[in-house]
């Protein structure tokens, strides 16, 4: 098939999912072409040596990328971050009118930052049959005020009409189905194609000499935190359990974040010794320290959008044959008792996740290995990247068959 796809991020910035499904797709056959924008991720300010223009393009074996201007500040701001979805919108749905015309399906990668492109473009191209992959839903960390409150209402509406209007939908974590079917859609057109992670990176590994020194001091049983130490995860509550098992694990956090410092303070103010912090590591490092530690630890913090959240780390830890601890509700804890791929408790509750790290310590290591591997068996049936792309391809070719008229 001739295939679009509609990004509001896409490589070199970190958008795994839209760049390895365009790769896999052309891989298998399919004449593949990306509506884009300028790299600008996270900083909000277009990568060095890019240059926004119109009539921007990228060529390769049966994949093009074609990027266009979006508004792009890098204050960080409510304001600045609506005012790069709209004009993203405006500039996608110009270019798209006449670059996606001839596809046979389209597929978009549904964040809630590409919420007015999708709904624009789709009203354009209204006889293109189309699958969305919703991801998540409308959440900022920011207090809520009037202003927040008028756009996230725009956002929803906008994620409203894509969804009604696309032939196939696609959600990334279960519970989301429930709340696209909340919105006014056929529960038939809705499945679940779960993300998957860089399998060329997170795999299983034993651990070098180097990552062994680093993450552990004893013998001691160590929980690691790989990632962002930010308002999502709440790690507050994973230093207090710490803190109280001093003598039994260590908690390890790699990474670094808005938050880093506030849980750096609190980790100096109970004096807990077996809280360790190490800095941030590129991807391809992480294998060989996860191998080295003992649990990934999993946090969300409890707000009722993030129970319909499947962390990126999940993914990795489960392809990495690593067990869990996951310290959250909804479909990620969900995930991770129905694979018995490791414990988890109620999120926010520090009590509770100190007695699932002693728990964690008591278990000998032969259960914590055959808790990965049945983290690694649900990775490879459920969250790889080929079950995935097979589930949105076939979506794409139902919705190309089923829609009148098309070719």
């Known amino acids: 098939m001739r295939i679009g796809i509609l990004s509001y991020h896409f490589p070199p910035e970190p958008a795994f999912i839209p760049g ?11 004449e593949v ?11 909000g300010h277009v990568y060095p040596g890019w240059r926004q223009r119109w009539r921007y393009e990228t060529h390769s074996e049966r994949l093009t990328v074609r990027r266009v201007p979006r508004y792009s500040a890098g204050d960080g701001s409510l304001r600045g971050r609506m005012a790069g979805h709209l004009s993203f919108a405006g500039s996608a749905t110009v270019t798209g009118r006449w670059f996606l015309a001839d596809v046979d399906a389209l597929y978009v990668h549904l964040p809630p930052a590409n919420a007015f492109a999708a709904a624009g473009l789709l009203r354009l191209l209204g006889r293109v049959p189309t699958v969305v992959h919703v991801q998540d839903v409308w959440a900022e960390d920011e207090p809520v005020g009037a202003e927040n409150g008028r756009w996230a209402g725009r956002i929803a509406a906008a994620m409203a009409r894509v969804y009604r209007a696309a032939d196939g939908i ?17 529960p038939a057109r809705v499945r679940v194609v779960l993300n998957w992670t860089d399998e060329r990176i997170f795999h299983p590994a034993r651990p070098s000499r180097a990552a062994h020194r680093l993450v552990r001091r004893d013998e001691r049983c160590v929980v690691m935190h790989a990632g962002t130490i930010g308002a999502r995860q709440g ?42 912090f190490v800095e941030r590591r590129s991807p391809p490092d992480m294998p060989d320290l996860y191998a080295a530690a003992d649990y990934q630890l999993v946090m969300l913090r409890d707000l009722p959008e993030l129970r319909s959240t499947l962390p990126a780390k999940l993914q990795a830890a489960f392809s990495c044959a690593v067990p869990v601890v996951a310290s959250a509700g909804g479909d990620t804890a969900d995930l991770v008792e129905r694979a018995r791929a490791g414990l988890s408790c109620p999120p926010g509750d520090w009590a509770s996740l100190a007695d699932r790290f002693w728990l964690a310590a008591t278990i000998p290591p032969p259960a914590r290995a055959d808790m990965g591997r049945r983290g690694r068996e649900a990775y490879l049936r459920e969250m790889s990247m080929s079950a995935g792309v097979d589930r949105i391809e076939r979506l794409l070719y139902e919705a190309a068959a089923g829609r009148p008229g098309a070719r």
């Open 33 to 43: 072409k990306v509506l884009t924008g300028f790299p600008d991720y996270p900083g």
């Open 235 to 276: 790690l507050e509550t994973a230093v207090r359990a710490a803190a109280a098992l001093e003598h039994t694990v260590d908690l390890v956090l790699v990474g670094s974040g808005a938050d880093e410092r506030r849980v750096r303070g609190l980790a100096a103010d109970l004096r807990a010794e077996n809280v360790r």
């Open 170 to 186: 696609a959600v990334a974590a279960p519970s989301l189905r429930d709340r696209v079917v909340a919105a006014g859609v056929d």
């Open 20 to 30: 390895s499904l365009a790769e896999e797709l052309a891989v298998r056959g399919h």
